[in-house]
Each structure stands twice: as C-alpha cells, then as structure tokens.
C-alpha cells in the first residue's frame, strides 16, 4: 500500500479506531526503549501519526502509556487458562495447572510478534518502575495464581501435600521458574543451554515444581497418567 493510499486509510478511521491503533502500534518501542527511553517521535512514527495528532488523542506520554496498561489489563485470558479458572481446586487441578503453567512459558511461540512484544515490555518494566509488570502480574494473580492457591490447599487437605499449609506464594515461585525458563529461551539463540530437550525440559521443571510445593511422589506420577 503507497503512503498516500495509507494516509487516506487512516483518515477514514473515527476517533476511538485511531487511539486503539496509537495503542497498538506504539508497543513495540516502549519494549524496545522503555518508557522512558521512548520519545513522543518515536512513538508518533510507530503509529504512522504527527506528534500534533499523538498529543490530540493523548495529551502526555504518561496518558499513552496507561493507556496501553488499561489495554493490556482488559484483555481476555487463554482459552485454557479460562478453562483452569473455573475448574474445582483439587490436586489433580493444581498439577494440571502446572503442567500447563510450564508447558506454556517453555515454548511460547518466538515467531509471535504480539508475544514477544509483551515479553519485552515485561522485562523493560522489571528494570525501571515496573508498572507494566504490576498490571501483567495483577491479571496472572486473579486467575492462574488464585487457581494455584486454591489447589495447594485442596491438596493439603486431602493429604496430598503432608502437613503444609497453603500459601500463594508458593504459587508465585512455580511461575518464577516458568518465567525464567521463558527469559532464558527469549532470544534466537537460548541464553542457556540446560542439556535436554525441550520436552525433557519441561518434565524437570514440572517434577520440580511439584515436588517444591511438597506433593507426594504418588500424586505427581498420578498426574502425569491423567493427563
């Protein structure tokens, strides 16, 4: 498409289909930059736009930055991860969470643009204010997390984790280490080299994670055969 033809594209655009696309498309250089290391014409070039027009629709770079995190924080969770929320909080859930938690983070899709994006944003926030990580974590705490914590004291009560008492964050670390796997793995050429496979990977990191929370073995290898 000429620049022209995208010019006349985005004038037919109303103003809440501009913003969303300001929102969109400024992403990539706060990753890349960091809040404050991205300049208002860094960002207006990102999202095909004058400053004049970035500073009509937000007034500050502050504005267009919670607008961004407001964006992030609305939108909707995995299927999966939907499906875990409302599932019974049971051993057999919490290993299942798990399982999935670590599958998920060990071989997100490094092709996925959008993905990576948000990855990016994540670690550029962990290094300065860590706004953005607050609000990424807030939604991981209301579904994955509570889920977790949920199970982990469904399962102390059932005997499948001997006298421990249930904490949240336990369930925090697990998805520390999924995290770090993740970090690790980011770049074209993974960070670290752990000696496995990825599929071997993931059953380490699985195995130590459950028996981290205290799981009998038994539990664990009757997770692995429901799955």
Request: aromatic letters at 6%; a positive charge.
């Given at each position: 498409m000429s620049r022209s033809a995208a010019a006349k594209k985005r004038v037919k655009m109303d103003s809440t289909e501009r913003r969303d696309m300001i929102v969109r498309d400024v992403r990539r250089v706060f990753a890349e930059k960091g809040f404050k290391g991205a300049t208002t014409r860094e960002l207006a070039r990102a999202a095909g736009v004058s400053e004049a027009l970035l500073f009509k629709h937000f007034p500050t770079k502050e504005a267009l930055y919670e607008a961004m995190l407001l964006k992030c924080k609305a939108q909707d969770s995995a299927c999966e991860w939907e499906r875990i929320a409302v599932m019974k909080p049971s051993t057999d859930t919490l290993v299942h969470c798990v399982r999935h938690l670590v599958t998920y983070l060990a071989t997100k899709d490094k092709t996925d643009p959008e993905g990576l994006i948000t990855d990016r944003l994540l670690l550029r926030s962990l290094c300065e204010d860590g706004t953005f990580a607050r609000v990424l974590f807030g939604r991981i705490?209301?579904?994955?997390?509570?889920?977790?914590?949920?199970?982990?004291?469904?399962?102390?009560?059932?005997?499948?984790?001997?006298?421990?008492?249930?904490?949240?964050?336990?369930?925090?670390?697990?998805?520390?280490?999924?995290?770090?796997?993740?970090?690790?793995?980011?770049?074209?050429?993974?960070?670290?080299?752990?000696?496995?496979?990825?599929?071997?990977?993931?059953?380490?990191?699985?195995?130590?994670?459950?028996?981290?929370?205290?799981?009998?073995?038994?539990?664990?290898?009757?997770?692995?055969?429901?799955?």
């Open positions: 705490n209301e579904h994955i997390i509570a889920q977790m914590d949920a199970s982990i004291r469904a399962a102390t009560r059932a005997g499948d984790i001997p006298g421990g008492k249930g904490s949240r964050a336990r369930a925090w670390f697990v998805l520390h280490v999924g995290i770090m796997i993740l970090f690790s793995r980011l770049p074209s050429k993974p960070a670290l080299e752990y000696g496995a496979t990825v599929p071997q990977l993931i059953e380490e990191a699985v195995a130590f994670c459950l028996r981290g929370l205290g799981l009998r073995e038994s539990a664990i290898t009757g997770g692995k055969r429901s799955r």
